[in-house]
């Protein structure tokens, strides 16, 4: 009878410390490249970051891209102003390949947007600065981008133009741990848009979303999904961006 005493004690301070332990959860955001800032992408990216009226632009790879860090809940008070000189020469690099500005004289307008949508009030809840913030914006692609997130299961999207919706989040589950969320287009509702995991303040490490997000997202997307492959999106990767994918 002692003994189960014990035990039951173990295990509530145990699951008293995993709640402690636990953060507030974040929902870092990639989107589908090739639809991104077009008609119904649900994005709503200003025209200015899309580089479709400019001869100068950057290209657009026929892969995922960051989109967004931010809080799933709580408010944030005021964010300080974006400063571009917190932006390391190498994060910049970084973010010129997997969050790019598709008119790249308006990168630091896009970095601007992206720290006022979500990522400063992210660094809020992570107790960060901006320079900060960035860095571990690019340090969740490397290890979470879900290019090789599929391609643990080899699932290669670029060269698919239809994916089954239960087969992309299942890859994405073992390739994660944790289960992710989707959205499609706006226009048709077909054509795969973006999709979401979580991430927790305390461990900075993908972590379950909570059940009621996941259930609000399950029937954003059909049961098969249209893969975009045009809009001037390129298949092969520059030499400058392949470190990054």
Known sequence: MATR???RLVIAVLALAGSVA???????????APIFCFAGSNNGV???FCGQDAEDS?????RHRLSLLKPLNGQCSSVPAYDPSALSTEVRQHLACTNP????ANADGWYARNWETGLGCAAQKLGMNQAEAFELL???WDQYHPDAALAKSRVRLWKKSRIRK????KALKKAYGHDAFLTCDGA???RLSTVSICVDTTSKAVTQCPKTVIKRYKKRCPSKIRIERGNGSVKRIPASCRPYY
Request: charged content about 25%; hydrophobic content about 30%; glycine content about 6%.
């Open 166 to 169: 239960k087969s992309y989040l």
């Open 138 to 140: 690019t340090s969740l």
């Open 46 to 48: 200003p025209k200015e």
């Open 101 to 104: 500005s598709y008119t790249p």
């Open 188 to 190: 048709t509702g077909k």
């Open 58 to 62: 950057t290209p657009r790879l026929r």
């Open 22 to 32: 636990r953060g507030e959860v974040l929902q870092l955001r990639f989107n589908w």
């Open 5 to 7: 005493v014990v035990c």
